[in-house]
């Protein structure tokens, strides 16, 4: 809709003669103020309107011409209707000409949309020219500087397929380089009439490319993303869009689809040209999730920066060339960008600053300064950080904790964030001063809102107790069952362990380690127990080492994103037990008797099964396979030998454990239906192709996939998504870190987790003094978790501080008092500077409501539906020799297609489409698998086995650019159809044409398709082929989608056919001048929707900034009280402290630059450099009353 702004408030003016004073009486004060603005008067928008119009008209900078020029169409009607004047027509032109005649003046009429240059063999500045049978932008011109010397022009891409690319050329060089002029080519010359299912595939996918700067609420990328798609992950786009530079916090609940938000934003800015180079940044641990989620999600191919793929560029470029330099979008760990010969290349690569940029930041909070007892203190990462992150344009942050506490620690994130609003050291007073940058929403927010999207979580803890020689189990809230009979070496290690440290263990020194390293390793496993102790025999007393564990594992990789192999880790640990044991003096007396027993009792039963094992397979009976026993199935009764579908993931801690319960689950399945096949791994040092192999078959189709038990240590616990068949997981260890428990939780604990509810299972011995204390850990965190949100990572923090002494009678007391460290006043900032973000539910529930309808509206506007998308596909390949899709046999609720046979130059296109290949799969034999079934809706479960066809999707993008190109560089289209309807008794004919707005650099701002109607009349007459003549006209272009799917074929007569086409070229030519008529009324309203939110956004940062100066002054001049009490043992502290004071001293100098040149710079961005329009096609409404 057009930008309109007027008023008939002032009564008629009859035909007295236009002035600038009587035209600005038409409009509204508003339009008043946004005209003043461009012509840089300030009025001011409280005054009355006369006292802003002769502010206005009386500064001289307004001529009369200059103020039409600057009027939509609509404003112009309104202007000659009050002065009595006609205001028939649509152009513009026409009646700005109107009005100039009756003011007598000869000032020249403003025009429609201009093409420069006439000459089609030299490019102007602003032309558009084909290059290499590309369109492009001419960027600059630079003439021979002597006789005989080529003419170098600079030019930007235009196509849809490869916007924003930049190209020099010797033009006299360039064989076939030409300017082009749209309008005088048309269609050219019509060959044949398209079948109208052909046309409307090629409209649509015109307008399903079109995106818009003039609205943040007009969304592409949803219709371009494989994604079962929430309303409330549409709230971080709506933001980010609304931003001039898309500097966004997102600081949603573990779980709630973060990286989808982030793919959402990253999509759309690349649709909208505003980023051209990505960078990701993330721990290693989950940088093979984000590089698979981009490319299955999104389309988008990144590459992982690392050894290897330095390596394979230098061989493939040679050793010169700069690898990020061969990319556009990376994937990067923390630990390798710490490294400078990984991150100095980079510096070098983007320079002060790289235009149309993005950095994507994972778990952002690890680049926070590090929590201390009174001021957070910068780290390395955040050095380095502060260091990479101000060069990139647009910035997203991701963490479910960006608050630990400390207000300068949080201050200084956001100021890496947006140093526009923010300054590190200058506390977060105000929810509005977050709600522009951050997004923070929690499950339990959403849950109570109705979004029943996330699974409750119940935590069941599972008593074990040792009677007589019977294991007891309470595995429901019934009676404890008997679930086997045997010792129990788990206790009596446990009490001679704790005798054994009293008497050995150092007051200090790294002797105390080995103590805790047994305890902890014991309340996993008498395996994982039983070898630490060996080692411990063998090098206690034997005299002090020199390497540590951090020396060991620093030998290992640290970039590695497969992660800490874990054999590597348990040689590093073991390393250090020897180390660390050789400081202890050798055991004497009952010392050396209890080490003696120890070894003998762990060394019996580290293979037998324990209380744990017997209660686990208890469980998996009851509910997976009724036969599974200790020492192999019972296959006696009928049908217990095979097994349901339910899945269920174990965690452990220890490498040993996992190997303890892998030959203990693989005995006791023996017997069993597929035995061999019911049990995977999943361990640290996995290669890609062997976690994708896991991951696939434990979230597979039970009925196609056997497996139904995975044993994983915490190599699994992030960056793994294992909820697509499984909701129930077991801590055989509670991690004394309990940060890792709510990670492992969060593998089934997750967005697309179909269950209802999941179940995290853990271990309880009420007869070992030390699972009292994990009790109680675990019913902290829970508690934690549900009241104190982003703090409760603080105080888990603190929990393991206090563990890593290990576990002793007054550990629940030290527990109780970390809890209580992390004070009031620590409390109070979290909920000030963060919490208080999500505290209004019902502006939350307006967000989503929000959201629904801004995705409504999308659909509308792009006229998408899943059915044209999949009949766009058909007709695509119909055009290059291919039967349609066809239906697939059902293995779902969804409706699924089968791919027709295809060219071999489709081969790469389809891999995409294909099961994922095995790790010992040939790739030919892997290349002759048939693709995946096609859906076009997402599918409800993770490995599906169906491949969602979305607008980004490798085969849909191929296909559409088919259409996209016809007219330049594809003509399987004449671009005339003919449809017959039953709506209409007049014939009727519509022409279509393409307006593109295009900023600095040919940046897109505005698409849209323009359509005019107008009766087609073969005994002519003065309404033929005069646009909207009457109601029906308009009528014909709103019912034009119902027309196009009544009937897709064509189907009058040859006659008909062959009167239309010749007459097509002819027709399309005499209404292209009203297509331009329409194309210039609408690129003037969408210009001046820019201009509006351009000038909206430079006024709201000028005050941002103005605010932030008042802030830092009021830090600096102690109105605002920070004092900080810092002893001497606080040196560190104190040296941050001052270090910000000073960057607030240099923060005010820089704003007062700032608020000189950053809103021009956002002006800038809105600046309409090029319009466009191109010839679409046309189509004739043909009644089914004439034949």
């Known amino acids: 809709m057009e930008h309109v702004g007027f008023s008939f408030g002032g009564g008629a003016m009859g035909e007295a003669q236009p002035t600038t004073d009587s035209v600005l009486k038409v409009l509204t004060k508003e339009r008043i103020v946004a005209i003043g603005r461009e012509f840089r008067v300030a009025v001011p928008p409280a005054a009355n309107k006369d006292d802003q119009i002769n502010i206005l008209a009386r500064s001289g900078l307004l001529a009369f011409g200059d103020l039409l020029q600057w009027l939509g169409r609509d404003e112009l009607k309104a202007v000659c209707r009050a002065h009595g004047l006609p205001d028939d027509g649509r152009a513009r032109a026409l009646l700005a000409g109107r009005l100039l005649k009756a003011r007598g003046t000869d000032e020249a009429i403003p025009q429609p949309l201009k093409y420069r240059g006439t000459d089609p063999y030299m490019p102007q500045k602003g032309n558009i020219a084909q290059v290499r049978q590309r369109q492009y932008l001419v960027e600059e011109v630079y003439p021979p500087s002597e006789p005989g010397h080529q003419t170098r022009v600079n030019l930007v891409c235009l196509d849809d397929d490869n916007q924003g690319r930049r190209l020099s050329v010797l033009w006299e060089l360039e064989l076939g380089a030409k300017v082009l002029q749209p309008e005088a080519h048309g269609l050219g010359e019509v060959a044949k009439l398209d079948p109208p299912r052909h046309f409307a595939a090629y409209l649509h996918a015109l307008k399903w490319n079109s995106v818009t700067a003039t609205d943040a609420q007009l969304f592409q990328s949803p219709f371009r993303a494989g994604i079962k798609l929430m309303n409330h992950q549409l709230t971080p786009l709506k933001k980010a869009l609304e931003l001039p530079r898309s500097n966004l916090f997102i600081a949603d609940d573990v779980g709630l689809g973060k990286t989808i938000e982030a793919g959402l934003i990253l999509q759309e800015l690349l649709l909208r040209q505003r980023v051209e180079f990505a960078l990701i940044v993330c721990p290693a641990s989950v940088a093979l999730q984000w590089r698979d989620e981009m490319e299955k999600r999104f389309g988008l191919h990144f590459e992982m920066y690392n050894r290897r793929f330095i390596g394979r560029r230098r061989q493939e470029r040679g050793f010169g060339v700069n690898p990020w330099s061969t990319h556009n979008r990376f994937i990067i760990t923390y630990q390798t960008l710490r490294r400078p010969e990984y991150r100095d290349p980079l510096l070098q690569h983007i320079g002060e600053r790289i235009r149309k940029s993005l950095l994507i930041m994972d778990e952002a909070h690890t680049a926070a300064p590090a929590s201390a007892s009174k001021y957070a203190v910068d780290s390395r990462v955040t050095r380095v950080i502060r260091d990479v992150a101000p060069r990139f344009e647009n910035r997203l942050f991701l963490s479910a904790t960006p608050h630990n506490g400390h207000s300068n620690s949080f201050s200084a994130i956001l100021e890496i964030l947006d140093p526009q609003r923010f300054t590190r050291g200058v506390p977060v007073r105000s929810v509005k001063q977050l709600e522009s940058v951050m997004v923070r929403r929690l499950k339990s927010d959403l849950r109570e809102l109705g ?72 309340l996993s496993s008498t395996e994982a127990f039983a070898r630490t102790l060996r080692l411990h025999e063998k090098s206690v007393g034997a005299g002090k080492a020199h390497t540590s564990l951090q020396l060991t594992l620093d030998e290992i990789d640290e970039g590695d994103e497969y992660g800490f192999d874990d054999e590597a880790l348990e040689d590093a640990e073991s390393i250090d037990v020897e180390a660390s044991s050789s400081e202890v003096q050798s055991p004497e007396g009952r010392a050396k008797q209890l080490l003696t027993d120890m070894v003998q009792l762990a060394e019996e039963y580290r293979s037998a099964p324990d209380g744990k094992t017997l209660a686990l397979l208890q469980w998996i009976r009851e509910n997976q396979c009724p036969a599974v026993k200790v020492g192999g199935a019972d296959t006696g009764k009928s049908g217990a030998n095979d097994w349901t579908d339910r899945r269920v993931l174990i965690f452990t801690e220890y490498g040993d454990t996992k190997r303890y319960l892998w030959q203990a689950l693989s005995t006791a399945v023996q017997g069993t239906t597929d035995a061999d096949a019911r049990i995977m791994q999943f361990h640290g040092g996995m290669s890609d192709e062997q976690r994708e192999e896991v991951q696939r078959a434990f979230n597979g189709d039970p ?63 009420p007869q070992r003094v030390e699972d009292a204390v994990l009790k ?64 209004n539910r019902a502006a939350l529930k307006l967000e989503i409501d929000d959201a629904g309808r801004i995705l409504n509206r999308s659909r509308q506007a792009m006229d998408f539906a899943p059915e044209l998308l999949r009949d766009a596909i058909n007709v695509g390949f119909e055009l290059c020799g291919a039967r349609d899709l066809a239906s697939a046999a059902k293995k779902s609720e969804m409706e699924a297609f089968t791919l027709p046979e295809l060219p071999d130059s489709w081969a790469v296109t389809l891999d995409t489409l294909r099961p994922p290949r095995g790790r010992d799969e040939h790739f030919w034999e892997w290349r002759k698998k048939a693709p995946q079934p096609v859906v076009f809706t997402p599918p409800e479960r993770i490995n599906s086995g169906l491949s969602h066809l979305h607008l980004q999707h490798p085969l849909v993008q191929r296909v559409l650019s088919r259409f996209l190109a016809q007219g330049y560089s594809a003509h399987d289209l004449g671009r005339v159809t003919v449809v017959k309807t039953a709506k209409d008794s007049l014939v009727r004919v519509i022409a279509f044409g393409r307006l593109s707005l295009f900023g600095p650099g040919a940046t897109r701002l505005h698409d849209e398709v323009v359509s005019v109607a107008a009766q087609w009349l073969e005994s002519g007459g003065p309404k033929h082929l005069k646009p909207f003549a009457d109601e029906a006209d308009r009528r014909a272009l709103d019912t034009l989608e119902d027309v196009l799917r009544d009937c897709p074929d064509l189907n009058v ?23 331009h008529d329409e194309a210039d009324s609408r690129a003037h309203a969408a210009s001046q929707r820019l201009s509006d939110r351009a000038n909206v956004e430079a006024d709201a940062l000028r005050r941002i900034l103005a605010e932030q100066r008042t802030a830092i002054r009021e830090v600096i001049e102690g109105r605002v009280q920070l004092a900080f009490d810092f002893a001497e043992k606080d040196k560190e502290q104190r040296r941050q402290y001052e270090d910000d004071r000073k960057h607030m001293q240099q923060r005010l100098i820089a704003i007062d630059k700032e608020i000189d040149t950053e809103p021009s710079q956002i002006r800038d961005l809105y600046r309409v450099v090029l319009q466009r329009l191109e010839p679409v096609g046309l189509i004739y409404l043909w009644p089914a009353t004439r034949g």
Request: with cysteine; aromatic share 6%; glycine share 8%.
């Open 1053 to 1075: 007569s040859n006659k008909v056919s062959q009167r239309l086409l010749e007459s097509a070229a002819k027709d399309f030519a005499t209404l292209w001048h009203h297509i």
């Open 776 to 839: 109680t850990l675990v019913g902290k965190v829970e508690t934690i978790q549900r009241e104190l949100g982003s703090l409760g990572t603080v105080i888990m923090d603190r929990f393991a501080e206090v563990l890593e002494a290990g576990i002793g009678e007054q550990t629940v007391l030290h527990l109780d008092k970390a809890e209580e460290d992390v004070g009031l006043g620590r409390r109070e900032v979290v909920r000030e500077e963060l919490e208080a973000q999500r505290q």
């Open 703 to 765: 009925d196609e996939y056997p497996v139904r038990i995975l044993i994983a240590t915490d190599a699994a616990r992030e960056g793994v998504n294992l909820q697509g068949h499984c909701a129930d997981l077991f801590h055989y260890d509670v991690p004394w870190n309990p940060a890792r428990m709510e990670q492992r939780n969060g593998r089934i604990d997750r967005t697309l987790q179909p269950a209802k509810e999941v179940r995290c299972h853990y271990f309880f011995y």
């Open 451 to 522: 979004v029943d999207e996330f699974p409750e979580r119940k935590v069941v803890q599972i008593d074990l107790r040792h009677e007589g020689d019977s294991w007891l189990a309470r595995l429901h809230d019934g009676k404890p069952q008997s679930v086997g009979d045997g010792r129990a070496p788990e206790l009596e290690l446990a009490r001679m362990l704790q005798e054994y440290a009293a008497l050995m263990r150092p007051k200090k020194g790294r002797g105390q380690l080995v103590f805790i390293n047994l305890q902890k390793r014991l």
